[in-house]
């Protein structure tokens, strides 16, 4: 029903910037909430920045300040522009796309794409 597909990752050094871009297919009801994710060797998953439809986003402590979660409705585009980028960052990025739950409203991401690896180097 969604289908993810990330792109834009790559190597740079510490203070560079990357643009993460994640094509998304599908029904609007199925990416109310879209999000983008990393997961690093030996550590879980963790949340980076989350959209919801209408436009709210938030973002983990680590990358306030740092990278933008931004999308293209009409192109059907979510993308992360990360900048000031550290070592700390290298990780496999993943894109989410997920609906609220009934009682809560939160996110509940359902589709995830492939990953994209992004690598800071000192």
């Known amino acids: 029903q969604v289908q993810l597909v990330e792109s834009g990752g790559g190597s740079v050094k510490s203070g560079g910037s990357l643009r993460l871009s994640c094509a998304a297919s599908g029904h609007s009801y199925f990416k109310h909430y879209m999000g983008w994710f990393r997961q690093a060797p030996g550590k879980e998953r963790e949340v980076v920045a989350e959209?919801?439809?209408?436009?709210?986003?938030s973002y983990a402590d680590a990358v306030k300040g740092r990278f933008t979660i931004s999308q293209d409705n009409a192109k059907n585009t979510l993308f992360l522009q990360m900048n000031s980028l550290k070592p700390e960052d290298t990780a496999m990025y993943y894109c989410?796309?997920?609906?609220?739950?009934?009682?809560?409203?939160?996110?509940?991401?359902?589709?995830w794409g492939q990953g994209t690896q992004v690598t800071v180097s000192s």
């Open positions: 959209i919801e439809a209408g436009g709210p986003t």
């Open positions: 989410a796309a997920g609906t609220p739950l009934r009682k809560s409203g939160a996110p509940s991401y359902d589709y």
